[in-house]
T-cell receptor, first 112, second 117 residues
Framework: GENVEQHPSTLSVQEGDSAVIKCTYS??????FPWYKQELGKRPQLIID?????GEKKDQRIAVTLNKTAKHFSLHITETQPEDSAVYFC???????????FGKGTTLSVSS | GAVVSQHPSWVICKSGTSVKIECRSL??????MFWYRQFPKQSLMLMAT?????????EQGVEKDKFLINHASLTLSTLTVTSAHPEDSSFYIC?????????????FGPGTRLTVL
């Protein structure tokens, strides 16, 4: 089955800096890669996603890149703000309708 | 649109009792629902996949006789933790995808915090 690795496990940046979180996946059939932000005790919130027919997607300060050949994808957050502090999870999904498999998460801390 | 609810939001029970958690899709029909478990400071681990009207498919290592899943309608799936023990204490989250949603996107419930004493 699918296995998703995520790095780093913790990331501390200064306000205004950029943050990058990287994930790799094992199943070459996976074709959907969402990123979630989770605050303590709450549900994961989708912040951006990318499908396998796209190499890059951007939404304001957030971008995701996908390299299908290398089976890795990354989340880029620019101009970080304290409210970006949270746990971020990457995930991968195979065929439509199958479950998401999550990475272990990255705790992002943005200090002002 | 695409709202998923869970009930209860938290529950405390004694060891040996059973607890039922409900997951509902409020404004769409969920053909498939997924149940995840999340221990403190860990990731979401898939427990099982349930399709309306059929038996759930459990992930390796998840006891199907302990975690009973029923998906009797297109808007409701239930997870029953039978004979709960302290090690079952966790955050249980469901997600759902429906016929009216995109092929990939899933919608998460708010989670249920289970504490077994």
């Amino acid at each position: 089955g699918e296995n998703v690795e995520q790095h780093p496990s913790t990331l501390s940046v200064q306000e205004g800096d950029s943050a990058v979180i990287k994930c790799t996946y094992s199943d070459s059939a996976s074709n959907y890669f969402p990123w979630y932000k989770q605050e303590l005790g709450k549900r994961p919130q989708l912040i951006i996603d990318i499908r396998s027919n796209v190499g890059e997607k951007k939404d304001q300060r957030i971008a995701v890149t996908l390299n299908k050949t290398a089976k890795h994808f990354s989340l880029h957050i620019t101009e970080t703000q304290p409210e970006d502090s949270a746990v971020y999870f990457c995930a991968a999904q195979g065929q439509a309708g199958t479950a998401l498999i999550f990475g272990k998460g990255t705790t992002l801390s943005v200090s002002s | 649109g695409a709202v998923v609810s869970q009930h209860p939001s938290w529950v405390i029970c004694k060891s040996g009792t059973s607890v039922k958690i409900e997951c509902r899709s409020l404004d769409f029909q969920a053909t498939t629902m997924f149940w995840y478990r999340q221990f403190p400071k860990q990731s979401l681990m898939l427990m099982a996949t349930s399709n309306e009207g059929s038996k759930a498919t459990y992930e390796q290592g998840v006891e199907k006789d302990k975690f009973l899943i029923n998906h009797a309608s297109l808007t409701l799936s239930t997870l029953t933790v039978t004979s709960a023990h302290p090690e079952d204490s966790s955050f249980y989250i469901c997600s759902a995808r429906g016929t009216g949603t995109s092929n990939n996107e899933q919608f998460f419930g708010p989670g249920t915090r289970l504490t077994v004493l």
